[in-house]
């Protein structure tokens, strides 16, 4: 009879590639789809649950940690919903940048709770941020978001790096006839060391007229940078989706995130687990697998990086935005965007 392998040799060996021989070292992890935003583009009415959620414990997240950072993922990201409304959320960011392993520890915030606990934050571990900022117009920003914070939300940007965090982005989502003009935002990059991210309109489950209304290709913000001189910047392994651009007169960059652009998804590097526990391989996929089960102790490890491969073999080559397919992504907030 041929002898079993050892899994506990095979699995030390694994990285988590799937069959397009994408290797992700991503992980965006949900810990909440609470939200106190309201954005026009997301949770127009608010948070609203359909059905009552427990969302991933402490030791649950310690373990979808413990397991992915096993599997060679580098850099996590934090998101909800608004992943600070979480009362843990220290306790949170403490147990994760306890892992060795993991170089770059960010989290995506509306910023409502980070002026009075940035550095509390750092301190336990946060080395990247991105702030959604959808306007530099306080009218606009207000009527995008629901929410009159944008002062706040500047001095968030100038707090954030005073404490030292070395990686400060600002999420902006663009808007046709809002936020798309370019020479709004030059002058305010010009002397802050920020990675602007204008990031495409993306059709959800909810927001179809939002879409069709407010829909705009960055293609017409990257021929104005290159017409201005700005340079296409390398990527890292770690580096999410944006095109950056750089400026030798600026000390911000600009980047690009343009998911309608060919070739989106070639250098796909990242993974999503929900904050109920749920691995999307997309975020407009059409199935999720529910990794919960299996992260009650970590004695089930072998069992839960075996169901990560199972579905990592299904993900497939590129989704299909341009055909209206949205998955079963009814907002963003639902598994962090």
Partial sequence: MAMLPDLDKVFKYMQLVD???RRFQYLRL????LCNFQCQYCLPNGYRP????????????NNVVATFTELGVRKIRLTGG???????????????????????????????????NIHNWHQAGLNAINISIDSLSPHLFKLITGQDKLKELMQCVDRSLEVGIKKVKINTVLMKNMNDN???????IKCHPVELRFIELMET??????????????????????????QLQSKNPLSGPAKVYVHDDYQGKIGLIMPYSKDFCKSCNRLRVSSIGKLHYCLFGDAAVDL??????????????????SS????????LLHAHNVGITPNLSYIGG
């Fill in 50 to 61: 359909n059905k009552a959620h427990k969302f991933l414990s402490l030791s649950e997240i």
């Fill in 182 to 188: 370019l020479d709004d935002y030059l002058s305010w």
């Fill in 292 to 309: 919960r089960d299996l992260l009650q102790s970590p004695a089930q490890q072998q069992q839960l990086i075996a169901r990560i491969f």
């Fill in 19 to 21: 069959n397009y021989q």
């Fill in 312 to 319: 990592l073999m299904i993900k497939p080559e590129k989704h």
């Fill in 82 to 116: 608004e992943p600070t409304l979480r009362r843990d959320f220290m306790d949170i960011l403490s147990m994760i940048s306890a892992y060795p392993s993991v170089k770059e520890l960010a989290i995506t915030t509306n910023g409502s709770r980070l002026l009075k």
């Fill in 30 to 33: 949900s810990i909440t789809e």
């Fill in 205 to 230: 489950g909810e927001s179809l007229e939002v879409f069709n209304r407010y829909h705009q290709s960055g293609s017409l913000i990257e021929t104005q940078l290159i017409a201005q001189g700005w």
